[in-house]
């Protein structure tokens, strides 16, 4: 990947800032196209342009700093926080097509392959101190993000935290995409009354449901973002910091046990959130040299 940015005005676009701002505007098309169908769907629009603005911001004023530091945090707020926002974004977008949860065919497909429904079987292996070190796997993915950021920042490049972000980006927008392909509302909401077995467990199983009761929604089910950005997470390591890789291994192959087990999501879910990872990681760079194109071709035509 180059640092290659076009150039609007003042503002200068690198790859990640163009994948983030056209997703804002996707999604402000789509509701104002689909407007009957959107629940205040003017307001989401609103909320787009703020963001969008909110971020050029933020990233001038990461180019401005003149600290490592400050540099660094600012560029990583925005577009953490962005990414964050756009999962929130595609809520109200979720029902467009189908205009329905689509779980039946799940839980067919899934008693079809395993001849039981997983998330349910599971219920027979429940333990506290299971279900404390999958949620500690769940939870600790938010933190990891940045964290892992700053490593690869710091002990190799911002050429090599961009490749990172935009690899990331692209894969979170893809989950972003299917939530309206195929809506799933996840076992939570569709097959809630059917478990009979709590999740008990001690200060990560905490932080595991206040995650679930404040951050998650209806939806948001497949691919499982969960497994397919820790996916990305956990190759781009291999990539730029082998000790990182071997660190998170244990904690990435339990983080995908634990979006079923845990309840958030079907083994579907999951298995496709992997190989959307994948999937990304073969096109992102693609997309890149795509980029790099069109800002060469801005720049010539500048000059």
């Known amino acids: 990947m180059t640092n290659k940015q076009l150039s609007i005005g003042s503002i200068k676009l690198k790859a990640t800032d163009g994948l983030i701002l056209c997703t804002l505007l996707f999604f402000s098309l789509l509701a104002l196209i689909f407007f009957q169908r959107v629940e205040h769907w003017w307001l989401l629009i609103i909320k787009n342009i703020v963001v969008g603005i909110a971020y050029i911001l933020f990233n001038r004023f990461s180019e401005k700093a003149t600290k490592k530091f400050w540099k660094f945090f600012l560029r990583v707020a925005a577009v953490t926080l962005t990414y964050a926002y756009l999962f929130g974004a595609v809520d109200k977008l979720q029902l467009l097509i ?33 279900t404390e070190w999958l949620m500690f796997s769940y939870v600790i993915y938010v933190p990891m993000y940045p964290i892992l950021c700053g490593i690869i920042y710091y002990l190799r490049d911002e050429l090599a935290m961009e490749d990172y972000f935009f690899t990331l980006g692209f894969t ?78 244990p904690i990435i192959l339990s983080l995908y046990v634990s979006t079923f087990y845990c309840r958030y999501h079907y083994v579907t879910d999951a298995v496709v959130g992997i190989i959307v990872a994948f999937l990304a990681l073969c096109v992102a760079p693609l997309l890149m040299k795509f980029w790099d194109k069109i800002a060469e071709n801005n720049s010539t035509a500048t000059f």
């Open 98 to 130: 189908h205009g329905r949860w689509m779980d039946d065919y799940v839980l067919d497909f899934e008693q079809w392959i395993f001849n039981v429904q997983p998330t349910l079987w599971l219920e027979d292996y429940i333990s506290k101190p299971l």
């Open 172 to 249: 979170n927008i893809l989950c972003d995409i299917g939530f309206i392909l195929f809506p799933v509302a996840s076992p939570m909401y569709y097959i809630k009354q059917l478990y009979s077995v709590p999740l008990d467990g001690w200060a990560w199983t905490y932080l595991g449901e206040c995650m679930r009761k404040y951050l998650h929604f209806a939806g948001g089910s497949i691919p499982s973002p969960h497994t397919a950005a820790a996916t990305i997470m956990w190759l781009m390591a291999y990539r730029y910091h082998r000790p990182s890789f071997w660190v998170l291994t």
